[in-house]
């Protein structure tokens, strides 16, 4: 069953990956904020449960924070009604350093996004 949950994770960061170069319309039709709720919630239940984690912290927790921002940000551009609102350069960035804490933790390039990196994915046996 893990294997399955780590193909819908890689399927929903792909999807990720691709609504990242659409920025900011990915966030005016709500398909980041989507997406993100989507991908929280799949590593919400990857986690393991045996041991104990600090409140707040996590990988799961940071794409709800993302998708949380992306909420925020839809809401002011409804609210001025332009695409051109503060706080997109952060998210961009903020996104792009969580796509690359992903794909280090699935074992894949950081660098590369996982469309492109599917075939240099790292053999580690542990």
Do not use: W
Not at 13 to 23: P, W
Not at 89 to 115: A, D, T, V
């Amino acid at each position: 069953m893990g294997e399955n949950i780590n193909k819908a994770i890689i399927k929903v960061v792909i999807e990720v990956e691709d609504l990242y170069l659409k920025i900011p319309y990915s966030i005016e039709n709500e398909s980041m904020e989507n997406s993100l709720e989507e991908l929280s919630s799949l590593l919400q239940y990857n986690q393991k449960k045996e041991f104990i984690r600090r409140p707040y912290s996590g990988l799961d927790y940071e794409a709800k924070l993302l998708s949380d921002l992306s909420r925020a940000l839809r809401i002011r551009m409804e609210l001025n009604k332009t695409l051109n609102v503060s706080g997109i350069e952060y998210f961009s960035k903020r996104l792009e350093e969580f796509l690359e804490k992903i794909r280090y933790s699935l074992g894949y390039n950081p660098h590369i996004p996982l469309n492109l990196n599917e075939r240099s994915k790292a053999n580690i046996k542990i």
